[in-house]
């Protein structure tokens, strides 16, 4: 499986925007790049995910490098609720299998 | 908003007794996922199961655990027998073949004394 590689924590401060850097050197043609959250004592949750090119979506952007060896996930303007465990997976999805194999993540600190 | 259900949230055994997890998937998900959390290995699949077969249990220990889903609205982990070292967060997920996004449950939490 294709590695990624985080930082293992960032702090940031209330309403700022966050930049959460991920790096995937060896990623394949075929590996999209999906952003999970896991808040304290919940579930891991869905953020965002893309292929190539820049998504938007209601909770976040992700902007992918034009080799597409890294990633980062972007917050726009960080809350009390986005501190959390945020976790950077390559999926493999072809010849009927799907995967996400969960690193460690990096854990975001908010500060009032 | 839609939710995976899963049950018993939390759990307390004795070494040696049996364990059933039980998930219920979204309704029309037809991809289930068994996943472990414990704060030495962080998240691990297990398990997962498409339209109830199961595609991959590389994951899990075979001796002690088994993964059923006797239906498609219900997904099952048992453990039996449990040791200490089971002793973890177990999430069950869900998505529709095709789909990118993938849906946890709240978990449930296994103490075996």
């Known amino acids: 499986d294709a590695k990624t590689t985080q930082p293992n924590s960032m702090e940031s401060n209330e309403e700022e925007p966050v930049h959460l850097p991920c790096n995937h050197s060896?990623?394949?043609?075929?590996?999209?790049i999906h952003w999970y959250r896991q808040l304290p004592s919940q579930g891991p949750e869905y953020v965002i995910h893309?292929?190539?090119s820049n998504v938007n979506n209601r909770m976040a952007s992700l902007a992918i490098a034009e080799d597409r060896k890294s990633s980062t996930l972007i917050l726009h303007r960080a809350t009390l609720r986005d501190a959390a465990v945020y976790y950077c997976i390559l999926s493999y999805s072809g010849a009927g299998s799907y995967q996400l194999t969960f690193g460690k993540g990096t854990k975001l600190s908010v500060i009032p | 908003d839609a939710r995976v259900t899963q049950t018993p949230r939390h759990k307390v055994t004795e070494m040696g007794q049996e364990v059933t997890m039980r998930c219920q998937p979204i309704l029309g998900h037809n991809t289930v996922f068994w996943y472990r959390q414990t704060m030495m290995q962080g998240l691990e699949l297990l398990a997962y199961f498409r339209n109830r077969a199961p595609l991959d249990d590389s994951g899990m220990p075979k001796d002690r655990f088994s993964a059923e889903m006797p239906d498609a609205t219900l997904a099952t982990l048992k453990i039996q027998p449990s040791e200490p070292r089971d002793s973890a967060v177990y999430f069950c997920a869900s998505r529709i073949s095709g789909a990118n996004v993938l849906t946890f449950g709240a978990g449930s939490r296994l103490t075996v004394l």
């Open positions: 893309g292929l190539t």
């Open positions: 060896t990623i394949s043609g075929t590996d999209y």
